[in-house]
């Protein structure tokens, strides 16, 4: 760590990008980036944060910072540069959201614990979302509104988790599991008839919309079993990685040409190979 004054520092990033989006000399790629053409780099710095978290590397986790910060300062600049926003008035207002949904830190407002402070937070979520309509009409669909809003800001598969739980906390659910697991067939078997309608000429769009439905109800299967779909993908994503690269690094890194039973048997070989590696020595774990 050091021990520059923070500040300094976001000055300096300030200036650089700056310095990038001046018209006289600045970065041709970065001066015609808008707030638009920035969302999937937006989207991949915040899903590289969340992965360096997951494998608990301070290095990596340092880096991808700077680059979601860089995201930051970037959108800010472009605001500014018509006048609607700029980097000052992004910390003034999350400086102030802070202090205002933190009334037992900042004010005399008791909280027992994180869950009466994450209550709390939400019914000042919700005072601030009223005071903000005005004298606008009371929306027909307020329990929608709100899950809308919970998934908007989320990768869609952590946005079907928020959107289930609260559609079941309101009623909206199954009698059991075993219901669920009814649902989940019936979907499949959906998307199988769409699938093979595509196929023959059909709409690709109604096969899509199935794959989703297939999905959403697996969503609901892990939060009936206390799983987390986001976590559960992202670990098979990084297995599958870890499983390929043994088999690539088995042919030489030349798969071409190369028949599916001969892939699978090195594919199978790398699979033994991770679970002997992982369970150590004496078949205990890794750390045994």
Known sequence: MTRRDPAEALDELKAVVDRLRDPEGGCPWDLEQTHASLVPYLLEEAHEVAD???HGDDDHLAEELGDLLLQVVLHARI???????DLVTVAEGITAKLVRR?????????????????????AIKAEEKAAGKGAQAASASP???????KGRGQPAL???????RGAAAAGFEWDDLDGVWRKVHEELD?????????????????????LGDVLFTLVNVARWSGLDPEE???????????????????????????????LERHWQAAKAALRAEAAGPDGSGADG
Do not use: Q, Y
């Open 158 to 164: 952590a946005a079907a988790m928020a959107i289930s």
């Open 190 to 210: 959906e998307l199988k008839e769409a699938l093979a309608a595509a196929a023959a000429g059909g709409d690709r769009r109604a096969a899509e919309e199935e």
């Open 52 to 54: 360096a978290i997951r």
């Open 232 to 262: 559960a993908l992202a670990g098979t994503n990084h297995r599958f990685l870890e499983r390929f690269a043994r088999v690539e690094e088995a042919l030489a890194g030349d798969l071409g040409g190369r028949g599916i039973r001969e």
């Open 102 to 122: 933190h009334p037992h830190v900042f004010g005399d407002t008791p909280a027992g614990d994180s869950e009466a402070v994450r209550r709390r937070w939400e």
């Open 143 to 149: 329990l929608t509104d709100r899950l809308r809003s």
């Open 79 to 85: 605001a500014a540069e018509t006048g609607r926003f």
